[in-house]
């Protein structure tokens, strides 16, 4: 007896598609048995989905909602309605015919198919690394976005536009093995002179002698504390500061693109973008991610606009503080959407802060049971991004409060617990002269 078993080959399919596994077979003998295998774990496991025994006359599937059509002549079929990720993977087409010379032989063949399913891309993000960061003044600095896509099978081709053009970067080479995470380092490196130099450090020396740049925050503008104030509650002053150093040529581009795959079969996709950012020519640029996939019908992206904080919006509650009073200053907004996150620094103008520190990170500020010589005082916040800076100033005007004690003096300027001292005394005379 003869017996060929093939299975006709299948293009790759998306998640969802309906799939028909189809295996052919010619004999001259008599049939014994199709069994369907689903091969796993590199082929040690073989699970069968489907069986017919023509020794019983019976045929049953044994995988869960899966719809079966056979011709038991010349084909049999294998239908998935839905497939899955998990479905992807290898399937196997086992025939077995009894010979013709003898019943108790059964010849056996097989023929084996790889069914490909494909799952588009679920969730597109663009973050800043590094955020919330700092702004520079006098120090140009790199600049990295990361794009994020997951929920992928295959991984997908990735790739940034900057307004709507294609950006031709210099690739970067893959992280070393085992390496959590990738730093980019100073891609462009530019000398410091004296217009770009606080006046007190070029006056010093300090640069001549080898040191390097202060790391620290670069001085506020100044203006904003030589402004007129009302008492207005409560009241803010906004200023801007700007780059001092300009770029002589266009922006050179890194570009680095990894992927890790994810237990559930899909691929995780993050590509990086790092360029010298120049906020003079970089403010309000519109960069896009996009992600083409074989399993999408078009690209699939997700964009940002490189903002610098602009008119922040700043509450004080209460609006009317007393001496004891719990105040909360809170940066509720900006005039603009702002990307990527900035960075809150609260300072007190011309002294420390309440708890005796110098600064404070976040975008609230929490002075607890403020006393009366808070009065006056004036905050500064510092909203900032890699963009650009912008200091905002409010004031706090911190009423008497009528539950609570002046002090430890009275009007007369006599303590008052010397004068019930008295009181009680005179009155203990009177009573002991009356007695007698």
Not at 31 to 48: A, C, L, P, S
Not at 161 to 188: V, Y
Not at 300 to 320: D, F
Not at 395 to 401: D, G, Q, S
Request: proline share 9%.
């Amino acid at each position: 007896a003869y017996l060929t078993v093939s299975i006709e080959p299948l293009p790759p399919v998306v998640v969802g598609d309906a799939v028909t596994l189809k295996c052919n077979f010619k004999t001259d003998g008599k049939m014994r048995e199709i069994v369907w295998y689903r091969v796993t774990d590199g082929g040690t496991i073989k699970q069968k989905i489907f069986t017919f025994d023509a020794m019983f006359s019976t045929n049953f599937s044994q995988m869960e909602n899966y719809r079966k059509r056979e011709d038991l002549v010349y084909q049999s079929t294998v239908r998935l309605p839905e497939v899955r990720i998990s479905d992807n993977g290898p399937y196997e087409c086992h025939v077995g015919i009894y010979d013709r010379a003898t019943r108790e032989k059964v010849v056996l063949a097989s023929g084996n198919v790889f069914l490909n399913v494909m799952a588009p891309p679920t969730s597109i993000s663009v973050l800043a690394a590094d955020t919330p960061a700092p702004f520079s003044r006098y120090q140009a600095q790199n600049f990295t976005l990361v794009c994020v896509v997951s929920g992928g099978k295959p991984a997908p081709l990735v790739y940034f536009k900057r307004d709507g053009e294609p950006i031709e970067a210099t690739p970067l080479p893959e992280p070393p093995a085992g390496a959590s995470s990738w730093a980019p380092r100073n891609l462009l490196h530019r000398d410091l002179d004296d217009t770009k130099v606080p006046k007190s450090l070029a006056a010093d020396g300090e640069l001549g002698m080898g040191n390097p740049f202060p790391t620290a925050d670069p001085p506020r503008g100044l203006a904003a504390e030589r402004d007129s104030v009302t008492e207005s509650i409560p009241e803010t002053v906004v200023s801007r500061e700007f780059p001092r150093w300009v770029h002589m040529a266009e922006p050179i581009y890194y570009f680095r693109h990894t992927h890790a795959p994810v237990s559930d079969g899909t691929v995780e996709a993050r590509a990086t973008l790092t360029w010298t950012l120049n906020p003079q020519i970089d403010n309000e640029a519109l960069f896009s991610c996009e992600v083409k996939h074989p399993a999408l019908s078009m690209p699939m992206q997700s964009e940002v606009t490189l903002v610098a904080p602009k008119g922040p919006k700043i509450t004080m509650t209460p609006t009317r503080a007393r001496v004891g009073d719990t105040v909360r200053i809170l940066v509720q907004g900006f005039q603009n959407e702002v990307f990527p996150e900035p960075l809150f620094t609260w300072t007190r103008v011309g002294s420390r802060l309440l708890d005796g520190s110098a600064e404070h990170d976040g975008k609230e500020l929490v002075l607890e049971r403020v006393p009366a010589e808070l009065n006056g005082s004036m905050y500064r916040c510092t909203a900032q991004n890699p963009l650009g800076s912008t200091d905002t100033h409010t004031r706090l005007i911190v009423f008497e409060n009528p539950n609570i004690p002046r002090g430890p003096e009275d009007s007369n300027g006599s303590l008052p617990g010397h004068c019930g001292f008295r009181f009680v005394l005179a009155f203990t005379l009177t009573v002991i002269l009356e007695l007698t």
